[in-house]
C-alpha cells in the first residue's frame, strides 16, 4: 500500500497554498464570511484531524465540516488542482466512525435507499403527492419544505409512465449502440418518469437502451453521510451487476454520476450522464417546437464534479422556440447537496435564497436541472416564495420536443 492510498484522500490537499482564490467560489463562505466556512478554512481543520492536533469529535472541526455543502465549486477554480471531495469524504468517514451519523441523516438513508423498505416509502410518497395536499401545504418550516419537494417531484399525469414506447424510424445510427440504464433509487422512486424520457430520447438518438437487473442504490448519499463501508458494498454491487462490457452506462441523476465516475477502473469510463450521450455525434436528433422560457441551473455535480457544460446546452438548442434565459449565480449551489437540506437546513436555505431571488426577478415559466435533489429544493423554494415555474429535467423537455415532432405518441 502506498503513502498515498494509507493517507486516503487527505493526500489530495497536499497542492492547497492558501492562496484564497477559492473563497468567493464556495457558497458557505459567501453566506457567514466565516473562512471556517470556506474550502481554504476546510483544508486546514482537515489538515489537523489528519495530523491529529484535533480530534474527530472536536466540536469546531464537526460544526464546519458538516457545514460543508460538498458541492465542490471550489475545485474547478483552484489554480493548484486541489482535490477537496476526496479528502472531504475520507474526513467525514473519520468523523462517522468517531461520533456517529446523526439520527435524521440515518432515517433518511434507511428509508430513501434500502431494498425492501424505500419501494414501500416511495409508493406510500407517490400516493400522497398525488393526492395535491404536498402542494397546498409547501411552505418554509421543516415540515412545508418537505413538501414542498415532495410536490417537485410531480412529472405531470402524461409523463407518469416509464414504459418503453415504439419509436418511429429515425435512427442516427443503424444498428442501434447498446446502453445500460442506472435507475438509483429516488429517480426511480419519485421521478420514473425521467427514466421514461431517457428511454425515449436516447431511442430517437440511436440508443437501444437495456435494463439491468441486481443494480442498486449508487452510494453517494452514504458516502457524503461518512458511510464509506456502506457507500463501497454498494458500489461493488453495482460494479457485479453491470458486468464488465463495454456498453455505457447512462445516468440521469448528476450526483450518482458524479460519484459512480469515482468508483474507479473500467467501470468509471461507461459512466455517462444523459446529455453526453445525447449530444455525442453531432446530437441530439432536432425535435418540434416547445414554447417555453426556460432558467437552466446546472447541478454542482454535473458542471464541477463531472465538468459537464456544454452538452445540456446542446440539448436545449435542439428544441425549436425554446428561450433560455440567463440567471444570475445560474451556476451557484441551490444547497441542496443530498440530505444536507435535511440535516443542515438554515445553511441550506441561505445558500438557496440567492438563487430564489434571481429566479423570481425573471419568473421563468420552467426551471431545468439534471439532478433530483436540486429538483426538490429548487421546486419546494419557489412553491414556498410563491413563484409558479416548474422545475423540469433537460431530457423531459427534450422529450416534450419529440412529441411535439411526432416521433412518438
Ligand atoms: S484550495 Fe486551491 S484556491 Fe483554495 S486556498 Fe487552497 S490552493 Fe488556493
Ligand atoms: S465543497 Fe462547496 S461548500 Fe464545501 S468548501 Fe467547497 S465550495 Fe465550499
Redesign the pocket.
Known amino acids: 500500500m502506498t503513502v498515498a492510498q494509507t493517507r486516503g484522500g487527505f493526500a489530495g490537499?497536499d497542492?492547497?497554498?492558501?492562496?484564497?482564490?477559492?473563497?468567493q467560489a464556495c457558497p458557505t463562505f459567501l453566506a457567514t464570511g466565516d473562512d471556517a466556512d470556506?474550502?481554504?478554512g476546510r483544508?486546514e481543520l482537515m489538515r489537523s484531524l489528519e495530523r491529529g492536533d484535533l480530534s474527530p469529535t472536536d466540536a469546531a472541526l464537526t460544526y464546519h465540516l458538516d457545514r460543508c455543502l460538498g458541492c465542490r465549486a471550489?475545485?474547478p477554480?483552484?489554480?493548484?488542482?486541489?482535490r477537496?471531495g476526496h479528502a472531504l469524504e475520507t474526513a467525514r468517514e473519520r468523523l462517522a466512525v468517531a461520533g456517529g451519523v446523526p439520527w435524521l441523516a440515518r432515517a433518511a438513508l434507511w428509508a430513501l435507499t434500502t431494498q425492501g423498505v424505500s419501494g414501500v416509502v416511495y409508493w406510500f410518497a407517490r400516493v400522497f403527492r398525488a393526492t395535491g395536499i404536498p402542494r397546498l401545504l409547501a411552505g418554509w418550516g421543516r415540515i412545508r419544505f418537505a413538501m414542498g419537494m415532495l410536490a417537485a417531484t410531480n412529472g405531470g399525469e402524461r409523463r407518469g409512465k416509464a414504459q418503453r414506447v415504439s419509436v418511429p424510424a429515425f435512427p442516427r445510427r443503424s444498428p442501434p449502440v447498446p446502453a445500460f440504464l442506472f435507475r438509483g433509487c429516488v429517480m426511480e422512486g419519485l421521478f420514473p418518469h425521467v427514466h421514461g424520457a431517457t428511454i425515449r430520447t436516447l431511442q430517437v438518438n440511436g440508443y437501444e437502451v437495456r435494463e439491468v437487473e441486481g443494480q442498486v442504490c449508487c452510494g453517494a448519499l452514504h458516502a457524503h453521510a461518512g458511510l464509506g463501508d456502506a457507500a463501497r458494498e454498494l458500489a461493488r454491487a453495482n460494479v457485479a451487476a453491470f458486468g464488465d462490457g463495454d456498453e455505457p452506462i447512462v445516468v440521469n441523476s448528476a450526483g450518482c454520476g458524479a460519484f459512480m465516475k469515482e468508483y474507479g477502473g473500467a467501470f468509471s469510463a461507461r459512466v455517462r450522464d444523459v446529455t453526453e450521450l445525447l449530444a455525442a455525434n453531432g446530437g441530439p436528433v432536432p425535435g418540434g417546437p416547445v414554447d417555453l422560457q426556460v432558467a437552466y441551473d446546472p447541478p454542482c455535480h454535473l458542471l464541477h464534479a463531472q465538468r459537464i457544460s456544454q452538452p445540456p446546452e446542446r440539448l436545449f438548442a435542439a428544441i425549436p422556440l425554446l428561450r433560455l434565459v440567463t440567471i444570475a449565480g445560474a451556476n451557484d449551489c441551490c444547497g441542496s447537496a443530498g440530505l444536507f437540506t435535511l440535516v443542515e437546513p438554515e445553511m441550506s436555505r441561505a445558500v438557496l435564497q440567492p438563487k430564489l431571488e434571481a429566479l423570481s426577478a425573471v419568473a421563468p415559466q420552467v426551471v431545468a436541472t439534471g439532478n433530483p435533489g436540486c429538483a426538490m429544493q429548487i421546486g419546494a423554494g419557489l412553491a414556498a416564495r410563491g413563484v409558479r415555474a416548474q422545475v423540469r429535467h433537460p431530457v423531459e423537455l427534450l422529450d416534450a420536443s419529440y412529441r411535439a415532432a411526432g416521433r412518438y405518441e
Not at 477554480?77 to 486541489?82: A, E, F, K, T
Request: with cysteine.
Open positions: 490537499l497542492a492547497c497554498v492558501h492562496c484564497g482564490f477559492c473563497l470556506s474550502p481554504r483544508i471550489c475545485e477554480v483552484c489554480p493548484s488542482g486541489v477537496y
